[in-house]
């Protein structure tokens, strides 16, 4: 009877684990809708044929992208910036606490093991109620040690370590995450500080051409060759241009400042000089869509959370089956202190029943289900958000793309239009000059001239942004082959 017993506990037991392996879902990455190709990619047939399932690579390294714009001044301001931006710091701070909590999960898998020193002093009430004082007082010296270890008999304790794995990459992938925004933002206002300082040469270029056309109005005016409104007008116009520069100059300063922020210093502290900004011309592959899923790091990051909620659905099934537990003590008690190493005082104690002590979830009012539900909520929420950001991940390579190419036919049309408005320019003033247009048709293509090369500046300040939106899109960097 024992026998058939003992025979029917192992069948339970293996039974148990057997079912505590089926707890734990198999995780697999949600399917994901990938076009064969970006809309806005002018791709040849042979590249399309490059196209392959994605795997995960988030942890290779980006490079040095911005060297494709050959500018020292940016290599020194990105170089700063990845030694003192705070928000990047607070990041790797934010990946050295993960690794701590993967390292506090993985202890569960240990048992813990506890010394303790103690001393008791107590005294027994006397026996016989009378006024003889026949209690007793003593001390007991108490010397031990504890053990605890909890038998993963469920996955608890494995579901709980790869979750927190999976937390860890998520939060290393997040860094790689700032970093890479952090270097576009760098470059991307880098690039705005050096249009404005393009905007600025227009400006000073304009007022010197203003500031001479008035004198030669006002030699006019004073032979009496023309009126007083055309003086008028010249200093309006020499007026506007200064006071427009200024604005220029507002807007330089408060970028300035928050490329100072960037580099982790006080803006009080920090000056870049003026330089405008030359035409950039690059050409940036944007790779196939199936690519984003290597190396955008905001996807491995939605992706690796998407792993720890699963990880996290069977640590909450786990908590629905019995917990096995180990426990003990061993030491030594004495009521002397001299007396306490001795082997004959000597003490164990081991938990009910040869040392386990086995719970069994029976009723709890549906807690444990509720976090068994709510940890699969979760999943599906990860799930949800995970999809999303591989959409909005097509999205801006796709504005990127659009983006750049628009911006170059733009940027053609425009030196068109710069090239007529100063044609015009000259012929207008030549007719003035001949008498034959009154002053304010002079003004009115100065002012065509004026906006027309301002536009043209702006789409160069344009283009280079859009190139750096367009790589921090596809992941930061690229293989050319």
Same mark, same amino acid.
């Given at each position: 009877?024992?026998?058939?017993?003992?025979?029917?506990?192992?069948?339970?037991?293996?039974?148990?684990?057997?079912?505590?392996?089926?707890?734990?879902?198999?995780?697999?990455?949600?399917?994901?809708?990938?076009?064969?190709?970006?809309?806005?990619?002018?791709?040849?047939?042979?590249?399309?044929?490059?196209?392959?399932?994605?795997?995960?690579?988030?942890?290779?390294?980006?490079?040095?992208?911005?060297?494709?714009?050959?500018?020292?001044?940016?290599?020194?301001?990105?170089?700063?910036?990845?030694?003192?931006?705070?928000?990047?710091?607070?990041?790797?701070?934010?990946?050295?606490?993960?690794?701590?909590?993967?390292?506090?999960?993985?202890?569960?898998?240990?048992?813990?093991?506890?010394?303790?020193?103690?001393?008791?002093?107590?005294?027994?009430?006397?026996?016989?109620?009378?006024?003889?004082?026949?209690?007793?007082?003593?001390?007991?010296?108490?010397?031990?040690?504890?053990?605890?270890?909890?038998?993963?008999?469920?996955?608890?304790?494995?579901?709980?370590?790869?979750?927190?794995?999976?937390?860890?990459?998520?939060?290393?992938?997040?860094?790689?995450?700032?970093?890479?925004?952090?270097?576009?933002?760098?470059?991307?206002?880098?690039?705005?500080?050096?249009?404005?300082?393009?905007?600025?040469?227009?400006?000073?270029?304009?007022?010197?051409?203003?500031?001479?056309?008035?004198?030669?109005?006002?030699?006019?005016?004073?032979?009496?060759?023309?009126?007083?409104?055309?003086?008028?007008?010249?200093?309006?116009?020499?007026?506007?241009?200064?006071?427009?520069?200024?604005?220029?100059?507002?807007?330089?300063?408060?970028?300035?400042?928050?490329?100072?922020?960037?580099?982790?210093?006080?803006?009080?502290?920090?000056?870049?000089?003026?330089?405008?900004?030359?035409?950039?011309?690059?050409?940036?592959?944007?790779?196939?869509? =199936?690519? &984003?899923?290597?190396?955008?790091?905001?996807?491995? $990051?939605?992706?690796? /959370?998407? #792993? @720890? !909620?699963?990880?996290?659905?069977?640590?909450?099934?786990?908590?629905?089956?019995?917990?096995?537990?180990?426990?003990?003590?061993?030491?030594?008690?004495?009521?002397?202190?001299?007396?306490?190493?001795?082997?004959?005082?000597?003490?164990?104690?081991?938990?009910?029943?040869?040392?386990?002590?086995?719970?069994?979830?029976?009723?709890?009012?549906?807690?444990?289900?509720?976090?068994?539900?709510?940890?699969?909520?979760?999943?599906?929420?990860?799930?949800?958000?995970?999809?999303?950001?591989?959409?909005?991940?097509?999205?801006?390579?796709?504005?990127?793309? =659009?983006? &750049?190419?628009?911006?170059?036919?733009?940027?053609? $049309?425009?030196?068109? /239009?710069? #090239? @007529? !408005?100063?044609?015009?320019?000259?012929?207008?003033?030549?007719?003035?000059?001949?008498?034959?247009?009154?002053?304010?048709?002079?003004?009115?293509?100065?002012?065509?001239?004026?906006?027309?090369?301002?536009?043209?500046?702006?789409?160069?300040?344009?283009?280079?942004?859009?190139?750096?939106?367009?790589?921090?899109?596809?992941?930061?960097?690229?293989?050319?082959?």
């Amino acid at each position: 009877m024992i026998e058939r017993l003992s025979l029917a506990a192992v069948s339970g037991l293996l039974a148990a684990l057997l079912a505590g392996c089926a707890i734990v879902p198999k995780y697999e990455r949600p399917t994901v809708e990938v076009p064969g190709v970006f809309k806005e990619a002018r791709l040849s047939a042979a590249e399309r044929q490059r196209w392959k399932q994605a795997q995960p690579a988030d942890d290779l390294a980006r490079g040095r992208w911005w060297a494709i714009f050959r500018d020292q001044a940016l290599d020194a301001l990105q170089e700063q910036a990845m030694r003192a931006n705070q928000d990047l710091k607070a990041a790797a701070a934010r990946v050295k606490q993960a690794r701590a909590m993967q390292r506090n999960a993985r202890a569960d898998r240990f048992p813990e093991l506890t010394a303790g020193l103690s001393a008791n002093r107590q005294r027994t009430a006397n026996a016989a109620g009378d006024s003889v004082d026949t209690g007793v007082t003593t001390t007991l010296w108490r010397a031990q040690t504890g053990l605890s270890y909890e038998v993963d008999l469920f996955g608890r304790v494995a579901s709980e370590i790869d979750a927190a794995g999976a937390d860890t990459q998520r939060v290393q992938a997040l860094y790689h995450s700032v970093r890479l925004a952090l270097q576009a933002d760098v470059a991307q206002t880098y690039f705005l500080i050096r249009r404005l300082d393009g905007e600025t040469q227009l400006y000073d270029n304009t007022i010197s051409l203003r500031q001479i056309s008035l004198e030669l109005v006002e030699t006019r005016f004073h032979e009496g060759d023309i009126s007083e409104l055309d003086v008028a007008r010249a200093r309006s116009e020499l007026a506007s241009a200064r006071a427009e520069a200024l604005g220029v100059e507002r807007q330089r300063a408060a970028a300035e400042h928050g490329l100072a922020l960037l580099l982790g210093q006080p803006p009080a502290n920090f000056s870049l000089p003026r330089q405008p900004l030359a035409r950039i011309s690059v050409a940036i592959p944007a790779g196939l869509p =199936s690519s &984003l899923l290597e190396r955008r790091p905001d996807i491995a $990051a939605a992706e690796r /959370a998407l #792993a @720890a !909620a699963n990880a996290r659905i069977g640590a909450a099934r786990a908590a629905l089956f019995p917990q096995l537990v180990l426990t003990g003590t061993f030491g030594f008690e004495s009521s002397e202190l001299d007396e306490l190493l001795r082997w004959s005082s000597r003490s164990f104690l081991l938990g009910p029943l040869i040392g386990t002590a086995l719970t069994l979830p029976i009723f709890d009012g549906g807690r444990r289900q509720a976090g068994v539900d709510r940890a699969r909520a979760r999943y599906e929420e990860d799930v949800a958000l995970y999809r999303q950001s591989v959409l909005k991940a097509f999205d801006e390579v796709e504005d990127g793309l =659009s983006a &750049l190419r628009l911006l170059g036919e733009q940027t053609e $049309a425009q030196d068109t /239009a710069v #090239a @007529a !408005a100063t044609h015009a320019a000259e012929l207008s003033k030549n007719q003035y000059e001949a008498g034959s247009v009154s002053y304010l048709e002079v003004i009115d293509a100065d002012r065509d001239v004026l906006r027309h090369r301002r536009t043209l500046v702006q789409l160069d300040g344009l283009r280079a942004q859009a190139a750096v939106q367009l790589i921090r899109a596809i992941g930061g960097g690229w293989d050319a082959s």
